[in-house]
């Protein structure tokens, strides 16, 4: 009881300096009607957040290449709702700050932006939804930081419990020891791919946004050595947006991570050994609060798992897994390609939580 007395003191001091220090809004306003932009305090550094509504903490966490803006279609309707929705571009995107060293995007540092909104906000746990790297970071703070998280839902990104050995090794051996192209792969070396990326920010995203059924040029690059190039030229270029994507939406995401770069999404990568290591004591650990998953059935991330089998899988570290969905007709970008649908599974699985 101490203690929670203890941290709302000391979450509303922060909200004040917050409120003080932080309130000042960027000079381009939200693109989306009802959400508002603040600067935050946490963990050291300043994250933007895009903000809505009252209520029960609602954070939304994005992915690689993503933003805020990745949870335009979510944020209105989870408010609506009743929720107090805040949805930071993560540490390295957007107008949040982004720290030099490499280490400083490993999941230790991810979980405590996270746990440190929620002291920003004034709250003692919030619901965490996290698509793709935000899921990485939402599985994490849930086993790292329990007391904070009250639910949560993970969206492209299952978890089976911590491996037997360090990410990139499999993938190594997967890719002639490393000598064949793999995205995870090539974000490994060090200043390489943010070259590429922020040489032709529009070149990467509309390739990576396109989806399974998006007509195409060719690729330039077929070789499958690392050696004969870098990613954009292995993925055709669309000859077209996809139904899903608007053209000004694509323009609002090239427009940050023009300004941003690429570098401080690809130390996420950078990080997938040393997260292993340095959390030995998650071999075995479960969550307990209520999770959820989410992803289209066309999302390579879950190389065309079925429901059974992802609820078998999280059921490894999930005790209270109320519901694994997969949307068809739908990719990696679940909550851009299907918002009616993704909105309608987190309003489900937040109504459910209200049950007694």
């Known amino acids: 009881m101490f203690r929670s007395i203890t941290r709302r003191l000391f979450a509303g001091a922060i909200v004040v300096a917050a409120l003080g220090a932080c309130a000042t809004a960027p000079e381009t306003p939200s693109p989306v009607p009802g959400v508002h932009f603040r600067m935050v305090e946490t963990n050291g550094i300043k994250l933007r957040v895009a903000e809505a509504g009252q209520g029960p903490l609602v954070i939304l966490i994005h992915g690689w290449p993503e933003s805020w803006y990745s949870w335009r279609h979510q944020i209105p309707v989870i408010a609506a709702a009743g929720y107090h929705v805040i949805a930071p ?157 608007k053209q000004e939406d694509l323009d609002y995401l090239v427009g940050e991570f023009s300004e941003a770069g690429f570098r401080g999404g690809v130390n996420y990568y950078r990080n997938m050994d040393r997260n292993w290591e340095t959390t030995p004591q998650l071999t075995g650990a479960k969550i307990k609060v209520p999770v959820g998953f989410l992803a289209g059935v066309d999302d390579i991330v879950i190389r065309g798992a079925k429901e059974p089998a992802l609820q078998a899988q999280m059921a490894r570290v999930a005790d209270d897994l109320r519901g694994v969905k997969l949307i068809p007709g739908a990719g990696h970008w679940i909550q851009q390609e299907k918002p009616e649908e993704t909105n309608a599974f987190v309003l489900a699985f937040l109504k459910g939580l209200k049950q007694p």
């Open 89 to 245: 571009d993560m540490r390295g995107y957007g107008k949040s700050d982004k720290p030099a060293a490499v280490e400083d995007y490993d999941i230790h540092h991810t979980t405590a932006d996270i746990t440190g909104l929620i002291d920003a906000m004034g709250a003692e746990k919030a619901i965490l939804i996290g698509h793709d790297w935000g899921a990485i970071v939402t599985w994490n703070t849930a086993l790292l930081h329990p007391d904070r998280v009250s639910a949560m839902i993970a969206m492209s990104v299952p978890n089976g419990g911590r491996g037997t050995a360090a990410p990139t090794a499999g993938m190594k051996a997967a890719n002639a020891n490393g000598e064949n192209f793999y995205y995870i792969l090539y974000h490994q070396e060090p200043g390489v791919a943010e070259k590429e990326y922020d040489s032709d920010p529009r070149g990467l995203l509309s390739r990576l946004y396109a989806s399974t059924d998006t007509p195409r040029d060719p690729p330039t690059v077929t070789d499958p050595k690392r050696s004969a190039g870098g990613w954009i030229p292995r993925l055709g270029k669309p000859k077209q947006l996809p139904g899903w994507l």
